[in-house]
C-alpha cells in the first residue's frame, strides 16, 4: 500500500466563546477543504488531528479559541479496507483552555487510499 489521501471538509462552527460570528444566525461559515497527501508510515502513525480554531484580528494578536479533536485510527482502517471512506460533516465539541466545552465545529471526512502523489498540495504534520 503506497498511502492515501485526507480531505477534511471545515464546514461551520457555532457557540464559541470569544469568536465573532460574521453569520446572522451565530455561526462562522467556512465551507473550506484541505487535502493531505498520508504516506504508508503516516498511516500508521496518524491517530488523530486537532484542529485549533483561533481568532485573527488585524491590529491585536492571534487568540487561541479552543480546539477539536477527530479520531482517525478506526475511519483510516476502513477507507484503507474498501478503498475510500467518506463520513457526512457532524459537530464536534470545542475544548478551551480550561478543559471545559464551549461550541461544536461541523467537520466532515474523506480518506481515499492508494492515490497519486500530485493529488493535493497540502502538508500534514505528525506530532
Not at 480531505?7 to 487535502?35: I, Q, Y
Request: glycine fraction near 8%.
Amino acid at each position: 500500500m503506497s498511502g492515501g489521501v485526507l480531505e477534511v471538509l471545515l464546514v461551520n462552527a457555532e457557540g464559541l466563546k470569544h469568536a465573532r460570528l460574521p453569520d446572522d444566525n451565530g455561526k462562522a461559515r467556512w465551507n473550506e477543504k484541505f487535502s493531505f497527501k498520508l504516506s504508508h508510515l503516516d498511516l500508521e502513525k496518524l491517530t488523530r488531528i486537532k484542529l485549533w480554531i483561533i481568532r485573527q484580528d488585524k491590529f491585536f494578536e492571534d487568540y487561541h479559541i479552543g480546539e477539536a479533536t477527530i479520531h482517525l485510527m478506526d475511519i483510516l482502517k476502513e477507507g484503507i479496507r474498501r478503498g475510500s471512506i467518506e463520513l457526512k460533516p457532524a459537530p464536534y465539541n470545542v475544548v478551551l483552555e480550561d478543559r471545559t466545552f464551549k461550541g461544536e465545529i461541523k467537520v466532515g471526512l474523506r480518506f481515499i487510499s492508494d492515490v497519486s502523489s500530485q493529488y493535493c498540495s497540502n502538508q500534514l504534520y505528525l506530532l
